[in-house]
């Protein structure tokens, strides 16, 4: 958390899934498998990571 920012890779497909589960890896930036976005890490960007953490690859960005 000392940088302020995440690096999350989206590594499972978003075909079939809830609507806010798809809502929330866009609202992260991802748009297909392995696709990579740095984030900040804010309250509000944990919540996203939270909700679909079994989609997720989440690592801190040193």
Request: with cysteine; aromatic share 2%.
């Amino acid at each position: 958390m000392a940088s302020g920012r995440l690096k999350v890779t989206l590594v499972r497909s978003l075909s079939g899934r809830l609507r806010k589960h798809k809502a929330c890896a866009r609202g992260l930036g991802l748009r297909r498998t392995h696709s990579s976005a740095l984030v900040a890490d804010t309250p509000e960007n944990r919540g996203m990571i939270a909700k679909i953490p079994y989609l997720l690859k989440v690592e801190d960005d040193a």
